[in-house]
């Protein structure tokens, strides 16, 4: 009988042992973080984008004139990049994009010269920081950019007399912010605001008109801000 007990007694004491053990936490390596919204940043991504831009072309020549251009028109791009998200809601990442666009304008100085700029393309590297609110991120980005340009300048308009133009790559920077939001957790829509600055660049003594036409030195400069909105996959 009392052997019995015993039995009893240590069956009820091993039973109660393991329930406490299996709500005891577990040592080891931690799972990877996951915040509360179900939805992580982490991850590679791509997508395309579409933009409006406007801003102003500079030319200045070796003398105390500067013309200024007035520029806007359309863009369209893919960007593609890496976000990190840390345990604090802290987003970091990189990214790059390059867009063809369309943003051109002109101007007539006092003294009948014409000029032109019109910016082809553009795109840039930049890092990204940010903050996470469940599947809300906004943002702001930094970085190098590049564009190409033509300069055109016309001594007499609607003809070719004193036409010469500059076809070129001009480098600069460009920062900006903006906001996405995780519709689905693949799918991210995006709205952004940029602003970029391409510094002057100068070209030298040049000719127009098979040679009958003399330029002086000439520095174009290029600035541009652009409203985009875009569409992204989460790989």
């Known amino acids: 009988m009392l052997f019995s007990k015993l039995l009893l007694t240590s069956a009820l004491i091993l039973t109660a042992g393991s329930a406490v053990a299996a709500d005891l936490p577990m040592r080891g390596a931690p799972a990877s973080y996951m915040p509360a919204s179900g939805f992580a940043w982490t991850g590679p991504y791509g997508g395309l984008q579409a933009a409006f831009g406007f801003g102003r072309g500079r030319t200045t020549d070796v003398g105390p004139d500067a013309v200024a251009t007035r520029t806007n028109g359309g863009t369209f791009g893919a960007f593609a990049g890496y976000n990190h998200q840390f345990s604090n809601n802290v987003v970091a990442g990189l990214e790059s994009d390059v867009n063809w666009a369309n943003v051109s304008g002109g101007s007539t100085d006092s003294s009948g010269i014409a000029y032109s700029n019109k910016m082809n393309w553009f795109g840039s590297v930049r890092g ?20 190409g340009v033509d300069h055109t300048i016309n001594d007499t308009p609607g003809t ?23 519709i689905t957790d693949n799918l991210i829509a995006r709205a ?15 000719t127009a008109g098979g040679g009958s036409y003399f330029w002086y030195p000439h520095e174009f400069q290029a600035r541009m801000q652009t409203v985009s909105a875009g569409l992204a996959v989460k790989f």
Not at 129 to 145: E, N, P, S, W
Not at 168 to 177: E, F, L, Y
Not at 192 to 206: A, I, L, M, Q, V
């Open 160 to 182: 070719t007399t004193g036409l010469i133009s500059f076809h070129d790559t001009q480098s600069g920077w460009t920062a900006g912010a903006g906001a996405e939001y995780a």
């Open 192 to 206: 952004e605001y940029r602003y970029y600055d391409f510094s002057g660049k100068t070209y030298g003594n040049t």
């Open 128 to 147: 990204r920081l940010g903050y996470a609110i469940g599947r809300a991120l906004v943002f702001a980005t930094g970085g190098v950019a590049f564009a």
